[in-house]
């Protein structure tokens, strides 16, 4: 494999595990941390068998986006092979499966397809395998290869069972993440792996038996039983050149906004979160989902962004409190030379920042699910290229966690992190990977006290899980489940919620007791002759301020729960001080090496409360709502309840 270049040591290890295991005839699972090449490792066991004399062919199966890179890959590390992308329309298709794949019969013969084959690899996506499975099932195939293969995750997934079908000689996975939720998933691939020794009909066995993962027996069983199909190394065990990352929870506090739009919603749905029903699961979900656009900005609910404009962007940005520190941060990075990768589940948040950017007067490449094949390889390749023109890339953090090298960039912004993450671990390793040179920050951006700050705690079982099953290591904490219970749902909104009213209770508190003084001095003074007008002016000034200044007060200790969070210059300064964030924490680091995101935050402990949480903590505002609203129908129709006439 000299003709791309050399290996690394440990990815000539994993070519001679991988050749090792295609002679035992076992098929296996190559699970090393994104970013460590396991495509080249691949490419070069596929050519390593074609220069052996293999004439059977290889199939490779993955999500499209990745099509083009592992296109690039095979010309710069095997281009002797004829390697066949078989995707686009149906017809595209027909044209390459009869004038690509295989060699006409000569006169007077009669050939099999399979005795025809002119080709070496064929390039695929998890569509075409279910469109086209009859045709492309006709071929033996030495090697199919599924990159990004946590897809299989699902017994139930007709892909699943149409790649069970392909007759290969060995079955290889590719995948950054063997574990993604629950050891079901886990089983389900190695099901796929070795049907006979982990069958469909011994998974409940199989699951009962590891649902707590709580002694150290237990733990090396299971890897006992994983150990001859899987390998997984990480970037910081076999990469020791590779410049080191460090993610930072940067909390983030509402804005004075988005705190009353946040409060509206949950008092709105009063009746729907104080219900005892079952059924409630939906309006739920929908309420979580509004919440958690409340905290990226007022106007994904609102839909007003009259403001995006140039005149306005002061206001616009000022109405959310994670655009206005993002502005802040990247006047920061841009002054250091950073580039940087912004990330976001939703398309419209995107969007909305692409045009805050524009506006701005900031060149801004982007990158959704909507963008397909060469246009997405055009924007990695200009942002990869014209460093002095782009320095943000905005990415969709699915479509823009697979499939692309982005290490020009050494800084990575999760502006709202992804339920999942995995996900975000993806998207981290665009730019975590070989080829970087420089330090990588992450910063994940974590609205306090809200659904946010809950969800990110709750992704953390999924980590602690994959770090006992699959990584080396053990602990005592049990699995995690993938898919949300209702009363689950519940304890993500009710974070954080009891404080929010208290605070605003506190705050109208403060604002009578504040009347009641003035109006005090208001009596004293009128008997007493003119007021000292200076020290009025100061008791208000200092009256207004005291919430802000509790707020900047508590930032400059990183943030505490209830109280708020500010970052004044130095205190943003020190959050993106590089030098610093390494020095931090480095001596916990040597001593044992946990995954980023077992260092970020503590694991999250789920509880049902006792009693009606909602009405103890909605009921007074619900009430004032209703009150409120009444007032005003009232007063729209006149005392005789009829509309009025203008």
Not at 12 to 19: I, K, M, R, S
Not at 208 to 227: C, G, M, N, P, V
Not at 230 to 255: A, C, F, G, N
Not at 410 to 421: A, G, L
Request: hydrophobic share 35%; with cysteine; aromatic share 6%.
């Amino acid at each position: 494999m000299k003709q791309g270049g050399d290996l690394f040591p440990y990815q000539l290890a994993g070519l001679n595990w991988l050749e090792f295991s295609w002679q035992k005839g076992q098929h296996v699972i190559l699970g090393d941390e994104m970013g460590l090449g396991k495509t080249v490792q691949a490419i070069s066991l596929v050519g390593s068998l074609v220069s052996r004399g293999c004439a059977v062919p290889h199939l490779v199966v993955g999500p499209l986006s990745t099509l083009l890179n592992w296109e690039r890959e095979f010309r710069k590390w095997a281009p002797h092979l004829n390697v066949i992308n078989y995707s686009g329309t149906a017809a595209d298709r027909q044209v390459i499966y009869k004038s690509e794949l295989c060699a006409p019969n000569r006169s007077g013969e009669s050939l099999p397809q399979k005795k025809r084959v002119k080709f070496h690899v064929l390039l695929t996506t998890y569509e075409m395998i279910l469109n086209d499975r009859q045709k492309l099932g006709r071929f033996d195939y030495a090697t199919l290869i599924v990159d990004e293969g946590h897809r299989l995750k699902s017994r139930n997934s007709k892909l699943f069972g149409a790649l069970k079908a392909f007759k290969c000689s060995q079955r290889i996975i590719l995948t950054g993440t063997p574990l993604q939720n629950t050891l079901e998933e886990l089983f389900m691939l190695m099901n796929f792996i070795d049907p006979k020794k982990f069958t469909e009909n011994r998974i409940e066995d199989f699951l009962e038996k590891y649902a707590d993962i709580d002694t150290k027996e237990q733990i090396d069983e299971l890897h006992r039983l994983l150990k001859p199909h899987l390998l997984r190394r990480m970037k910081h065990d076999v990469l020791k050149e590779l410049p080191p990352k460090k993610e930072q929870i940067v909390l983030v506090e509402m804005s004075h906004e988005q705190k009353d739009l946040y409060k509206a919603l949950l008092t709105k749905n009063y009746d729907l979160l104080s219900s005892k029903s079952k059924s409630k699961a939906t309006g739920m979900k929908n309420l979580l989902m509004d919440l958690r656009k409340c905290c990226l900005h007022p106007s994904l609910i609102t839909k007003n962004f009259k403001m995006m404009n140039r005149k306005k962007i002061v206001d616009f940005t000022k109405l959310s409190g994670k655009l206005e520190l993002l502005e802040r941060m990247l006047e920061k990075l841009f002054l250091g030379g950073h580039r940087v990768l912004i990330y976001s589940q939703f398309t419209t948040v995107l969007d909305m920042i692409h045009e805050w950017l524009h506006l701005k007067g900031i060149r801004v490449l982007a990158l959704d699910g909507s963008i397909k094949g060469k246009e997405r390889q055009k924007a990695v390749d200009a942002f990869n290229t014209e460093h002095e023109k782009y320095s943000v890339f905005l990415l969709s953090t699915r479509a823009g966690g697979l499939g692309i090298n982005l290490a020009t960039a050494d800084t990575v912004i999760i502006f709202d992190s992804d339920w999942n993450p995995h996900n975000d671990l993806q998207a981290q390793a665009r730019a975590h990977r070989l080829g970087q040179s420089r330090e990588v920050m992450i910063y994940r951006l974590v609205t306090r006290a809200t659904v946010e700050e809950r969800i990110v705690e709750q992704a953390k079982k999924k980590m602690v899980l994959e770090h006992l099953v699959v990584s080396k290591g053990g602990g005592n904490q049990g699995g995690a489940s993938s898919a949300l219970k209702q009363e689950e749902v519940d304890d993500i909104i009710r974070y954080g919620v009891a404080d929010l009213f208290a605070t605003n209770k506190e705050e109208n508190s403060a604002a009578n007791d504040a009347d009641a003084d003035k109006g005090a001095k208001k009596e004293g003074s009128d008997a007493e002759g003119a007021p000292g007008s200076e020290n009025g002016n100061d008791e208000e000034e200092g009256l207004g301020k005291t919430v802000a200044d509790q707020e900047k007060k508590a930032g400059r200790d990183g943030g505490n729960k209830g109280k708020g969070v500010y970052y004044d210059d130095e205190a943003l300064d020190k959050i993106l001080d590089r030098k610093l964030a390494y020095e931090q924490n480095g001596d916990e680091e040597n001593v044992e090496r946990k995954d980023d995101y077992l260092q970020a935050f503590k694991v999250a402990n789920f509880e049902i409360q006792e009693g009606n949480f909602w009405e103890d903590v909605l009921h007074d505002a619900h009430e004032e709502e209703v009150k409120s609203r009444k007032e005003v129908e009232e007063e729209e129709c006149g005392k005789g309840k009829r509309k009025r006439r203008s």
